[in-house]
């Protein structure tokens, strides 16, 4: 027991007097004096850390201080009793050579770099920390050589392709990147992710755009050489997916979903990603070819419902769609439903052809029934159900009547308290009742629903209780502002040209109410629904022009950008419209997505 409390108290004895003369303080100036370029004081502390402990950290200072002062002499004397107390650690063997190096002694420096190299041991952690050596001294060459060594005495154990392929990034060799990265890749395929991440990275970084085509060329090339070798072919498509050519990486997909016999799974994820980017065309396509491998395929019913769901969007995304293509469509989801049965499977099918039905085709009554009939089908579970009754809700508020509509939203809300389908119920509930005027329930139902942890019913919920706090605390008799939800409601029934006449109303009885900016965002949104752009640009620039302090001005200039970029092609007015909610609407939700578009237009690379 003796012996113990002996030896505990010089440890700790010996613990305080290396605190002492290591104190952090010393270290801190020390750098603080290293960074201010004053090296002759950061020299006298660094040089009592490195002696009291030989920390590498110091000792790498400590030398430093010296070749920044010229003192070659003294950082050579330091560098080889390193050499002579770690004969293992071979980064100081490189210490030495750039020491010589940075004097012009090249034949020295060549003769100590070289030596580290010889002196390697089949030891993969040895290999990288020179390397890491070497690449601190910007040696990139000499990294190069620590590997291809590693590799050969290592005899395949440990290849340092990543390694040798970052290297080569540093000094911009991208065919000998590309060919390590993709070298790695038939050895052990699953590193497959590990590439991808850096080959992007690699692509941001390459300042002359043209590494995507280089890998391009490489990949086709390997896959016809390696034929049998499928990552090649999902790297391939992983690029085409990179650039948004989704054209080409669904023709890569049915290639190797063919090849692999697989399910059609990899054609699904493609046709979901191509919906995310708008490439309405390329996610049709793959869902049609797991479709045609029939009722069999463990992802038919899925195709189906993706399928339709795509076309839908696809009509509805443009201006100017016909009565007829509609018709087509609702003749398609019924053929499906005929084929596949109205079951818990098709659930989704039904309720989309119910909302195509009632919203785009003036058929309520068909619609309601047949969400009527989903909803007796038995085995639903409860966000089925869910879903059903807000469409029919839905539905039945669209066709004139909203008593019951509020008793299914209601009963969605009580069977999904707390959940974001029971948040969905009670905001479509409180902006029913900002449709019918009770403006003082649908505020206190959407201040609950502004902690949401939805975001999107969070915003649409302070949205709307910005409106009517904003339009009824000055207008006390809210004529105008129940004018206003009439034409909402109007709106929401595709009675657009009532909605119009409404809004007239408000302006011809209140020319300068404070709905006014309000009642032109409606009208160009309607307008840009309907094709008119030309409508829908001089509403937004009333906005932009009378309005530019109001809450909508950088909505309006968004979308008015949008419609310069998309549909008028006009690249340098676009650009102009980004670049003003960038300089005068810095606290816009806008700024970040109008950052990323106004530098895509400038031709930027972006991530």
């Known amino acids: 027991m003796k012996k113990c409390i002996y030896i505990l108290f010089v440890f700790v004895s010996v613990s305080m007097v290396v605190y002492s003369q290591n104190n952090p303080n010393d270290s801190q100036l020390a750098l603080q004096y290293y960074q201010d370029k004053e090296y002759d004081k950061a020299l006298e502390i660094y040089k009592k850390l490195y002696n009291n402990s030989h920390s590498n950290v110091f000792f790498r200072y400590y030398i430093r201080c010296l070749t920044e002062l010229e003192d070659y002499n003294s950082a050579e004397k330091v560098i080889k009793k390193q050499i002579k107390r770690f004969p293992h650690d071979l980064s100081y063997l490189v210490e ?12 020295k420096s060549v003769e100590y770099y070289d030596k580290a190299i010889k002196k390697l041991e089949p030891d993969q952690n040895q290999i990288i920390r020179l390397a890491n050596s070497f690449v601190t001294k910007r040696e990139f060459e000499y990294a190069e050589k620590v590997y291809k060594q590693g590799r050969k005495i290592l005899k395949g154990d440990y290849t340092f392709n990543i390694e040798l392929a970052v290297i080569y990034q540093y000094q911009r060799d991208y065919s000998r990147m590309i060919d390590e990265y993709l070298n790695l890749l038939l050895i052990d395929d699953s590193y497959i992710q590990n590439v991808q991440n850096r080959l992007q990275n690699a692509v941001y970084s390459d300042i002359d755009n043209k590494l995507t085509e280089l890998l391009k060329e490489n990949l086709i090339a390997r896959i016809q050489k390696h034929a049998g070798r499928t990552v090649l072919s999902e790297l391939l498509i992983w690029v085409y997916i ?12 049915k290639s190797l979903d063919k090849r692999l016999d697989e399910d059609g799974v990899r054609l699904i994820a493609l046709g979901d990603l191509a919906v995310s980017n708008n490439n309405y065309n390329v996610a049709i396509d793959a869902y049609k070819y797991v479709i045609e491998k029939g009722i069999g395929s463990g992802y038919y019913i899925e195709a189906k419902n993706k399928f339709l769901n795509t076309l839908y969007n696809k009509i509805i995304s ?53 969400l009527r009939r989903t909803l007796d089908i038995g085995g639903l579970n409860g966000r089925q159900i869910a879903e059903c009754k807000l469409e029919l809700a839905d539905v039945l508020l669209f066709a004139g009547d909203p008593y019951e509509s509020t008793l299914y939203y209601a009963q969605v809300e009580r069977a999904n308290t707390n959940n974001p389908l029971g948040h969905e119920a009670k905001f479509r509930k409180a902006r029913l009742a900002y449709f019918t005027g009770d403006f003082r329930w649908a505020q206190a139902q959407l201040d609950v629903l502004k902690a949401s942890t939805s975001k999107l019913i969070a915003n649409d919920a302070f949205d709307l209780s910005l409106l009517i706090n904003d339009n009824s605390a000055l207008d006390t008799s ?101 670049r003003q909610i960038l300089e005068n609407y810095s606290g816009s939700i806008y700024v970040v997505e109008a950052r990323k578009r106004y530098r895509r237009l400038r031709g930027d690379l972006i991530d």
């Open 242 to 253: 990179q650039e948004k050519n989704f054209d080409s990486a669904l023709v890569q997909a």
């Open 96 to 107: 030495m050579g750039y020491l010589y190096k940075i004097r012009n002694i090249t034949d």
């Open 478 to 578: 809210e004529a105008a502002l129940r004018l206003f939800a009439k034409a909402d409601l109007l709106i929401y029934q595709n009675k657009d040209s009532l909605a119009f006449i409404t809004f007239d109303s408000i302006t011809d009885m209140l020319p300068y109410h404070s709905l006014f900016d309000e009642i032109l965002f409606r009208k160009a949104s309607i307008k840009l629904r309907r094709g008119d752009y030309s409508s829908a640009v001089a509403y937004l620039e009333e906005i932009v022009k009378d309005y530019s302090w109001d809450i909508l001005a950088d909505d309006a200039l968004f979308m008015l950008a949008e419609i310069y970029e998309t549909e008028y092609k006009d690249i340098e007015k676009a650009k102009e419209l980004y």
């Open 318 to 370: 443009r201006a100017g769609y016909s009565r007829k293509e509609l018709l087509e469509l609702e003749h398609s989801y019924i053929e499906t439903l005929d084929e596949l049965g109205e079951n818990n499977n098709t659930v989704q099918l039904s309720r989309d052809l119910a909302h195509i039905q009632a919203f785009y085709l003036g058929k309520e009554d068909e619609s309601i029934l047949r």
